[in-house]
Nanobody, 128 residues
Framework: QVQLVESGGGLVQAGGSLRLSCAFS???????MGWFRQAPGKERELVSA????????NYKDSVKGRFTVSRDNAKNTVYLQMNSLKPEDTAVYYC??????????????????????WGQGTQVTVSS
């Protein structure tokens, strides 16, 4: 049974950093992973995604150069390093997983409907 548990959220001042972690239970190396976020009154949106091999990554344009996604298949964990945080980054951040059936492990979905498994979310609040 696949389970995802996020951690690392919190309150930070603008310009600060946070690192989110998502602990995965199951065959982690079979799964592409995504980070999404949802602000009040807004739709859930992709922040970043990474293929099971780690070769392919995707980022929302507004976080490019500030956020970095990575995974440690030995620790069954995916990370989202967030630097230079802005108030508009405030949201609940969710980790998501989907089986990657590509031969080379290059799949990284960018849409909410691309993912079957979801964590419970962790709040990130950036004060101005």
């Amino acid at each position: 049974q696949v389970q995802l548990v996020e951690s690392g959220g919190g309150l930070v001042q603008a310009g600060g950093s946070l690192r989110l972690s998502c602990a995965f239970s199951g065959r982690f190396s079979d799964y592409a992973m995504g980070w999404f976020r949802q602000a009040p009154g807004k739709e859930r949106e992709l922040v970043s995604a990474i293929s099971r091999s780690g070769v392919t990554t995707n980022y929302k344009d507004s976080v490019k150069g500030r956020f970095t996604v990575s995974r440690d298949n030995a620790k069954n964990t995916v990370y989202l390093q967030m630097n230079s945080l802005k108030p508009e980054d405030t949201a609940v951040y969710y980790c998501a997983a989907e089986v990657d059936r590509t031969l080379r492990g290059t799949y990284s979905g960018t849409r909410v409907r691309d993912y079957t498994y979801w964590g419970q979310g962790t709040q990130v609040t950036v004060s101005s």
